[in-house]
């Protein structure tokens, strides 16, 4: 047991720190109300590397370890969390299945090309009758000599309104359950693809999810990633890791929300002095400390079961999401009613961080099914095999 | 215990509901966007008497008591939580201060117009560092003949832009602190000296004005003083106390659409093979909001009654406000939690309500200083005094 | 000028849903409300008021809780109010409801103008108005959408067969209004309370009428109820329009339609 970061890493927060003083903090409050596209920052990444974070040297990328990817994750989502989810769908969603699926022409293609920032991976799964349920994915790719004909359309498509690439999910058979789908790289531009309507949200107003149509776009078959039926499974291995990113994201956010309310508690004054003298602010700021301790535990256990390639990633993720994601909405709502009537106002970080938060919940798998993932992992050696 | 509605409210229920859903509802997205409730709005509310509810008919109000009054908050609280602000701020403090302290004289000259809605009311009392605390006041009101000269400004004022006439809250005798040195005035907007300052962008409730009012050397004659000289803060306690118990009914008119839609949604969204409602977590969702719904329902037109009947109700009044917020809040929440992806979206009104839910946690008192009421009254039957 | 409208209580027919398969009505919220088309022919009344000043009576003929629906006729407007209401009276048939209205009505005369809704959105009966001018000797108009005076006339807009048409008749007469006639307005709410609270229903019954128990004995009885038999389904034809026409001609000369 060694909870100390190691040189490289201790390093690399220094750097993260100043990167996200520097080049996003600056443009969250203008990205979030103008709803833009965090392209400044994602350029500026590129620079540094990360948005080829995890991929080795030779494909130009940065080779972090996992445990300083959650780093940098929990310093952009302290910054800006529409930045840090556009980046992590780039690298933990598109890019690191890419890294382990892909044949050696599709890495040497792509990988370069994303570290570079010239190609931007988007996560084409969820359909509108299919979430969570990826059974119900309706999304058809039809195998015609050397290429694949796709047909369907993909909803909250993350980062296709300013991506290149997009993985796609799509039925190659009518096997039960994940086992006819099958994943591709489609480029945008590809005949018979549409980037349709981008969806107005809440919070996270930076990011960029839309409706994607395939009218019959033709894929060649050297363009699937993978084999053929082995779509869903490298969905859920590239979820293990994007929700270890996006709890780190979490953990930023709340820490975020953390030093607003502290700073607000210490300035504010009501009754003869600042408010931090009262206890129930005290509670607030008590209770969302210790979660925020607990939440950096969680994201770093996870973090190392993901570096270690351990099997116990795919239950723990689902735990350390739902339970990073839960904390940190708890957390900025806390931080908020501290601020009182001026944490409604769009002022004030907190106002943005509250928003941002709320889609954490519901984002790469609900609360709801998290739940379902774990306790089915409880049941199953008691002979229980839970289905939705 | 006869816990039937009398018929004569069961009628104007009917009115109203239908009023909000012919009306307001089709409006609510617009508002929101637009941020302003439209005049034809209130035009059409006023004709019906729904801008006067609570007073009586001799003042040209509708006469229906704070039970009809909760009637009307609920039933616009269920479709657009910007019109009942404007409505709540108007009927429920600004002018209810006036029909709380005011002279029959000042009555006929104000209270009359406001309860017909030909003008519109607000009610100044918070400061940049005065909110609940009284003490802190600075707006200053300085004798002078017959007259006083009103300097200072006051914040977060909800209809601020729109108001004609406002119950302001002023220091009169700094020696004196909140119990003597504090008075009550009623001052017409279009007066030399009055200005609207900062209009704020709010996370929620946009189509409700909030801003700065800004007093330069007013000149208020003293007749426009608001029930006793020096009590001004006996006026605002009461007048808050009023105003708490129909937040509350708007919160559970909030709350209640809430569940109304997720209801709805889980009966439509299907998800591995069958509507979502068939899952245990939503049911629990379902039940646990129906189950709050139904104890803010009691607690508030009991509130209402005892509001009515002319019994002690500050303890009731604020626990109307406090778990009324939190029931809207959580219920909006889950309601979020149930449309998944699309209950962050935008384009439902579920995102809307959940950004409007969350100021009734803060404004007309947080929801700390409502702890600190109820707590503080329990405690006086005890013989113990609770100073904040 | 002297209105009488007629309007019935019945069940908001949202709260009722119809079980075809079990042969079955069921009600889920029992919710009584003005039938719809009766509303209008108030809002029509309300509005020959505004215009012109005029005297209009609500007379409901239902049970006790049609106390409401004549609470809600004068918050809405009207002046006096009359339940007929009387154990005699429950579950008399339409032909009755109509002579025990006409009593009423001549009760009240003069009355320049009779209005009744056009249809119940209930038993969608559709007997009322012809049998009531009937009864009064006064001319009808059936369908009436907008009514306005033109010195001693009333020219009335009327639907004939969904189209809009213009006809003028000498009051006294029977109009019976479309349900799609302009809507009621919103009750002000202090009309509302002050329906309850300030203002009187009349209550008639059959006794006060001049009623024998023989006079009120239906000439209908009802031995149960039947659904009507359901439609079928129709055939959905797909493909190219070429392909479409072609089959849908040759299905219509196969039933020899054409």
Redesign the interface.
Known sequence: MDFSLNEDQRMFVKMFEDFCANEVAPLAQETDHKEKPPLKQLEAASEQGFLGAIFPEKYDGAELDMISYALLMEHLGKACASTALTINVHVALVGSAILRHGTEEQKEELLPAMSAGEVIGAFALSESGAGSDAAALRTSAVCQGDRYILRGSKTWVTNAGIGQLLLVFARTSDEPGGKGISAFLVDVDTPGVRVGYREKTMGLRGLVANTVYFDGTEVPADRLLGQEGQGFAIALEALDLSRVGLSAICLGAAEAALENGTRFAVEHEQFGGPIALKQAIQNFIADSRAEVEAMRHLVHYAAWLAEQGDSRLRTQAAITKLICSEYAMRIANRMLQVHGGYGYMKEYAIERIYRDLRAMEIAEGTSQILRFLIARDQFAPHGISLRP | MDFTL???Y???RR??R??ARQEVAPLAKRIDIEEEVPREIIRKAA????MG?PFP?EYG????GEL?YCILMEEIGRVCTSTATVIGAHTGIGAMAIYLDGTPEQKKKYLTPLARGEKIAAFALTEANAGSDAAAIRTRAVRDGDDFILTGSKMFITNGPIADIVSVMAVTDPSLGPRGGITAFIVEMDWKGCSVGKVEDKMGIRGSGTSELVFDEVRVPKENILGQFGAGFVTFMKTLDVGRVSLGAACLGGAQAALERSIQWAKARSQFGKAIVHNQSIQWMIANMATEIEALRSLVYRTAWMVDTGQPFTRYAAMCKLYGSEVASRCISQAVQIYGALGYSRDLEIERMFRDARIAEIFEGTNEIQRIVIASDIMRQEGVRISP | MRIAVAVKQILDPEGITVNRRRERIFINREERIINPADKCALEAALRLKDAHGAEVIALSLGRPSAD?AL??AL?LGADQAVLISDKALAGIDAPTAAVVLARAIERLAPCDLVLVGQTAADTGGDQTAGRLAELLGLPQVLHAVTLSLDGERLKVVRLWDGRPIMVAVAPPALIAVSPLAPPAR?????R??N???QMGVSVWTAGDLGFTAEELRPNIESRGQVFPPERELGNVIEGAPEQMAGEILALLRQRRLI
């Not at chain 2, 004709?47 to 729904?50: D, R, S």
């Not at chain 2, 109000?61 to 229906?64: E, F, N, S």
């Not at chain 3, 919103?186 to 202090?190: D, F, K, L, R, S």
């Open positions: 009398p018929k004569e069961e009628l104007l009115m109203i239908d009023f004709e019906l008497g729904m509810v008919q109000g509708m006469g229906a009809g | 409401d609470r809600e918050a919103y009750p002000h709410g202090a509302i309370l329906a309850y609270r």
